[in-house]
């Protein structure tokens, strides 16, 4: 009878100390603000922008069962102290994982639960393959994704700021006395006025970025500036949109200049951003001189495109502002070989663009054969100023190679398709001048060309997986590159027959 009594204390008491984790737990989950300061990946964030790439990462999206990122990273923090375990999903990307986890090929996700079981066999998995290639960085992706979220469940991923009398450091959750909620949720109290007193609120433009969506915000003025440009006679219009949209970019690109300290040309998602941003400066600079809409719209058409690719390629392309691997610190190369290679693709996305309208233009009896001959001019223009860039690129790029690697050139697949790009548009040039490629055929393969860029940007990346040019590229893509090569290869079937109009043999 005795015992019965103790173990029914024991019970009400382990109750109680339950119901008040359980209220410490919703009371730190209610302190963890968005603009709490935390260190992660080598910087200081907010806590927002720290949620919302876990998040991500984890799952593919943004968020997880419509609750606000900060609300979802919290409850995987401190599942530990409540009653309920989450079976969050994380995210299997490719077809090899899946087969080796046992997923079908639609199954996008597995549960955290039975997934962290799995973690030692897919070690294993990891350190038998001897080619690293693009199952091996998936499988590698995902062994990341399992120890973020094992850092997450253990209270080592949020990391805030704390004062003591010798010194500022910064501390894990796991580290302030995770069995006391109520020293956990002061430090978390205090972490922000106890930053900005001692560093400022500079981390705060972060979050101000990330919340502004100002990329969706200039796609929106891009999409309004391609009507007004496509449905009235005078460009006035077209123009002001465009440069109200290049300004929104502007104010996007020098927002993460000030929050990485550096240009914004390290990963896919910026390339794309920065290709985009580059091919309508570049169309609005020949419209000057030519005064045709086409180059308008060429220019605004491929700057929404990327727009596109970088709203919503989520899992092709990472926002997230990451360091560095070390042969890329160097701001001098960065800003010069990078720069120039995209705004080379810049000027070929143009040409492309301009290719593509020609033809379509063509097949739907609106063009007469003096256009035609003027748009292969302005096509060869743009292919012109395109390949000057690219040349000087690569010579560039060989010139860091030899700082960063001790060598000049070394057939990296980066490095091959590149100058296949080149030697590609320089024959198509010199065949053009030369009379022996005419009119349609220099058009049709203006149109062809821009699918070996395609290669060189993406497919190194997302199908070869591999190379010393492989660092801050995310895996996957190949679908979007092939569905651009089918739509590509359809179109010129569709468009690439003779003009209906008469064409000579030396036009």
Same mark, same amino acid.
């Not at 253990?154 to 700021?161: E, F, K």
């Given at each position: 009878? =005795?015992?019965?009594?103790?173990?029914l204390?024991?019970?009400c008491?382990?109750?109680?100390?339950?119901?008040?984790?359980?209220?410490?737990?919703?009371?730190?989950?209610?302190?963890?603000?968005?603009?709490i300061?935390?260190?992660?990946?080598?910087?200081?964030?907010?806590?927002?922008v720290?949620?919302?790439?876990?998040?991500?990462?984890?799952?593919?999206?943004?968020?997880?069962?419509?609750?606000?990122?900060?609300?979802?990273?919290?409850?995987?923090?401190?599942?530990?102290y409540?009653?309920?375990?989450?079976?969050?999903?994380? /995210?299997?990307?490719?077809?090899?994982? =899946?087969?080796?986890?046992?997923?079908?090929?639609?199954?996008?996700?597995?549960?955290?639960?039975?997934?962290?079981?799995?973690?030692?066999?897919? #070690?294993?998995?990891?350190?038998s393959?001897?080619?690293?290639?693009?199952?091996?960085?998936?499988?590698?992706?995902?062994?990341? #994704?399992?120890?973020?979220?094992? =850092?997450?469940?253990?209270?080592?991923?949020?990391?805030?700021?704390?004062?003591?009398?010798?010194?500022?450091? !910064? =501390?894990?959750?796991?580290?302030?006395?995770?069995?006391?909620?109520?020293?956990?949720?002061?430090?978390?109290?205090?972490?922000?006025?106890?930053?900005?007193?001692?560093?400022?609120?500079?981390?705060?433009?972060?979050?101000?970025?990330?919340k502004?969506?100002?990329?969706?915000?200039?796609?929106?003025?891009?999409?309004?500036?391609?009507?007004?440009?496509?449905?009235?006679?005078?460009?006035?219009?077209?123009?002001?949109?465009?440069?109200?949209?290049?300004?929104?970019?502007?104010?996007?690109?020098?927002?993460?200049?000030?929050?990485?300290? #550096?240009?914004?040309?390290?990963?896919?998602?910026?390339?794309?951003?920065?290709?985009g941003?580059?091919?309508?400066?570049?169309?609005?600079?020949?419209l000057?001189?030519?005064?045709?809409?086409?180059? /308008?719209?060429?220019?605004?058409?491929?700057?929404?495109?990327?727009?596109?690719?970088?709203?919503?390629?989520?899992?092709?392309?990472?926002?997230?502002?990451?360091?560095?691997?070390?042969?890329?610190?160097?701001?001098? !190369?960065?800003?010069?070989?990078?720069?120039?290679?995209?705004?080379?693709?810049?000027?070929?996305?143009?040409? !492309?663009?301009?290719?593509?309208?020609?033809?379509f233009?063509?097949?739907?009896?609106?063009?007469?054969?003096?256009?035609?001959?003027?748009?292969?001019?302005?096509?060869?223009?743009?292919?012109?100023?395109?390949?000057?860039?690219?040349?000087?690129?690569?010579?560039?790029?060989?010139?860091?190679?030899?700082?960063s690697?001790?060598?000049? !050139?070394?057939?990296?697949?980066?490095?091959?398709?590149?100058?296949?790009?080149?030697?590609?548009?320089?024959?198509?040039?010199?065949? #053009?001048?030369?009379?022996?490629?005419?009119?349609?055929?220099?058009?049709?393969?203006?149109?062809?060309?821009?699918?070996?860029?395609?290669?060189?940007?993406?497919?190194?990346?997302?199908?070869?997986?591999?190379?010393?040019?492989?660092?801050?590229?995310?895996?996957?893509?190949?679908?979007?590159?092939?569905?651009?090569?089918?739509?590509?290869?359809?179109?010129?079937?569709?468009?690439?027959?003779?003009?209906?109009?008469?064409?000579?043999?030396?036009?």
């Open positions: 009878m =005795k015992t019965t009594k103790i173990l204390t024991l019970l008491l382990f109750t109680l100390n339950s119901q008040v984790s359980q209220a410490q737990v919703n009371q730190t989950c209610t302190l963890l603000k968005d603009d300061p935390v260190l992660a990946g080598g910087r200081v964030k907010p806590y927002y720290l949620a919302k790439e876990s998040i991500k990462f984890l799952t593919g999206k943004s968020s997880y069962n419509n609750e606000k990122p900060g609300l979802t990273f919290c409850r995987l923090l401190l599942q530990n409540t009653e309920t375990s989450i079976n969050f999903p994380i /995210l299997i990307e490719h077809v090899k994982t =899946k087969a080796f986890l046992e997923l079908n090929e639609d199954e996008t996700t597995l549960g955290s639960q039975e997934l962290l079981t799995k973690k030692e066999l897919i #070690r294993s998995e990891i350190i393959l001897k080619e690293n290639n693009s199952y091996k960085k998936d499988l590698t992706k995902l062994f990341n #994704r399992i120890a973020t979220l094992e =850092k997450i469940q253990t209270a080592q991923a949020l990391t805030v700021y704390s004062k003591t009398d010798s010194a500022n450091e !910064w =501390k894990s959750l796991s580290e302030l006395n995770f069995s006391n909620l109520d020293l956990v949720n002061k430090a978390i109290e205090e972490s922000k006025s106890l930053y900005t007193k001692d560093h400022g609120d500079d981390y705060l433009l972060e979050l101000t970025y990330v502004s969506h100002i990329f969706s915000y200039a796609l929106l003025v891009a999409l309004v500036g391609i009507f007004l440009t496509v449905l009235m006679k005078n460009n006035t219009a077209g123009v002001v949109a465009s440069i109200l949209a290049l300004a929104m970019q502007i104010a996007g690109m020098i927002m993460r200049i000030l929050i990485s300290g #550096r240009a914004p040309i390290t990963n896919m998602y910026e390339t794309v951003m920065f290709s941003f580059g091919a309508l400066i570049i169309a609005l600079c020949i000057y001189f030519k005064r045709d809409k086409i180059f /308008l719209l060429a220019g605004l058409g491929y700057n929404i495109l990327c727009l596109f690719m970088m709203m919503f390629a989520n899992n092709m392309l990472n926002s997230s502002i990451s360091p560095l691997v070390p042969v890329l610190r160097d701001n001098f !190369w960065l800003s010069t070989h990078v720069t120039t290679i995209i705004l080379s693709y810049a000027a070929l996305a143009l040409s !492309w663009m301009v290719a593509n309208i020609t033809l233009k063509m097949r739907l009896n609106k063009l007469t054969s003096k256009e035609y001959r003027y748009y292969q001019t302005l096509i060869y223009t743009c292919i012109k100023v395109g390949i000057v860039l690219l040349a000087a690129g690569i010579i560039l790029g060989g010139v860091w190679a030899d700082y690697w001790g060598r000049f !050139w070394g057939w990296d697949p980066k490095e091959t398709w590149s100058l296949i790009v080149l030697l590609f548009y320089m024959v198509i040039v010199h065949g #053009r001048y030369s009379n022996w490629i005419n009119t349609h055929r220099f058009i049709i393969l203006s149109a062809a060309g821009f699918m070996t860029v395609m290669m060189a940007w993406f497919g190194v990346n997302y199908i070869l997986a591999s190379g010393l040019h492989s660092y801050g590229f995310s895996e996957g893509g190949a679908i979007f590159l092939g569905s651009f090569f089918a739509v590509q290869i359809a179109i010129l079937i569709f468009c690439g027959p003779k003009a209906n109009f008469k064409v000579n043999n030396n036009d």
